[in-house]
């Protein structure tokens, strides 16, 4: 009997996703594109605009941070079938839509940066007029395509860039809570699907803090700080466009409702008995989760020196969600109290303040001067969204702030 738990616990340790649930497949289906392009560590899709024929005052974006190559029918379907229909509008207003896909979006940014340059030269060689270009990204994507622009410019090379859009993208850093970090470096030496996401190169490189095993110190991982100093190196931001920014977070400093030391997930056998998710709470040495089962432990996870991040203001994930659903159709008896917590604060979304304090990550953005931000405009949602998810609100003020 034990050996049977242990493997249906194997099993369910390789269906857990970090943004979609593991093999998942999307409702759509891509249409066929106008024109399509190899590129170097990547591929392009290239969607003409409405009675167009040929590349004219193109949109360049980029896909956001998952395990493996981009898949398509997933980003069109974000993109399209939302609520509000972005491509659609975007071709009726004559704008050629340039969707930018990696090899393997887990990669480290400055890399799938390389085939975002790809992108935009070959862009400027196809274009018919002189318009200039919107290039940006959605989640990761952003900071790909603010690395990718800045490196341009360092090296006198002409992206013909009139506005950089990052939609939800992390400028600050991103958050996946360090007991859920921990249970996956718990299931890596049985399979490491779990893992291999959240420690991937990109991964560490978005994330504020980053544990590197189950007794791990939580730290800003090292590929983060060498990522920071690359993005130094290139001028930080790329100086000749103007710079949009786009949260799927509030702006108010309401936070998401989940409240520091609550239950999040807990698990009551017969896989992962006494294992249990806390809200991140501030202090020190404080519990965010305890992880046990067939597969070992107990081990108490604790933070220390943490604001309140599982609730703050931001664009949310379904970090808790998608590990019960996985585990669920294990066998295993799981509560999710909640199913979402923040994965990219709206301070962070709109580059205006960092993540260390408290009053930092819940500060009323529209008391700040907005000077203080690392963009020339922004837009921060009613409420705390799905990550990047494509709303009418947020869709429509990138529509009116397209490049002529």
């Known amino acids: 009997m034990a050996d049977s738990r242990v493997e249906k616990a194997k099993r369910a340790a390789g269906s857990i996703g970090l943004v979609t649930p593991a093999g998942a497949r999307p409702t759509a289906q891509a249409p ?5 392009w190899q590129l170097p560590g990547g591929t392009a899709r290239v969607y003409y605009g409405q009675g167009r024929q040929g590349v004219s ?3 360049v974006l980029a896909d956001g941070f998952n395990l493996g190559p981009t898949d398509f029918d997933w980003l069109w379907d974000g993109l399209e079938n939302g609520r509000l229909p972005f491509v659609s509008e975007l071709r009726r207003r004559g704008r050629t839509l340039v969707l930018v896909g990696f090899d393997e979006r887990s990669e480290s ?8 340059i790809a992108a935009v030269l070959r862009t400027i060689a196809e274009q018919l007029g002189g318009a200039r270009l919107l290039v940006g990204g959605f989640s990761m ?7 990718a622009l800045a490196k341009m410019e360092t090296q006198g090379m002409d992206h013909r860039v009139g506005v950089h859009l990052s939609f939800d ?3 600050r850093g991103a958050w996946i809570p360090i007991g859920l970090q921990a249970f996956a470096h718990h299931l890596a030496p049985h399979d490491d699907t779990f893992v291999r996401q959240i420690s991937s190169p990109a991964a560490q490189q978005m994330l504020w803090r980053h544990v590197d095993g189950v007794n791990g110190t939580p730290r800003e991982s090292p590929l983060r700080t060498e990522f920071k100093e690359q993005l130094q190196r290139v001028g930080d931001w790329p100086r000749l466009p103007r710079l ?3 949260s799927s977070g509030r702006g108010d400093g309401i936070g998401n409702g989940v409240r520091a030391g609550a239950k999040t997930l807990s698990c009551a056998g017969p896989l992962f008995d006494g294992t249990r998710f806390l809200g991140q709470a501030e202090g ?5 989760a305890v992880v046990n089962g067939v597969l070992g432990g107990p081990h108490s996870i604790t933070t220390s020196g943490y604001p309140e991040l599982d609730g703050a203001p931001g664009g949310t994930l379904e970090s808790f969600g998608l590990l019960a659903d996985a585990l669920a159709a294990a066998g295993e008896d799981t509560d999710a109290a909640h199913r979402s917590v923040c994965f990219v604060p ?3 979304a709109v580059s205006i303040r960092d993540l260390n304090q408290q009053d930092d990550l819940y500060a009323d953005v529209y008391d700040l001067p907005p000077e203080q931000s690392d963009v020339d405009d922004f837009l921060l949602s009613s409420d705390n969204e799905a990550h990047a998810l494509m709303t009418e609100e947020l869709g429509g003020w990138i529509l009116d702030r397209l490049p002529d």
């Open 32 to 36: 066929s594109a106008d024109e399509q």
């Open 57 to 59: 005052r193109p949109v």
């Open 109 to 116: 940014i400055p890399r799938n940066a390389e085939t975002v």
């Open 141 to 147: 994507g952003g900071l790909v395509t603010r690395y």
């Open 169 to 171: 993208s992390p400028h």
């Open 244 to 246: 949009l920014a786009v």
């Open 284 to 288: 020190q040495k404080t519990e965010v």
């Open 346 to 348: 709206s301070v962070s």
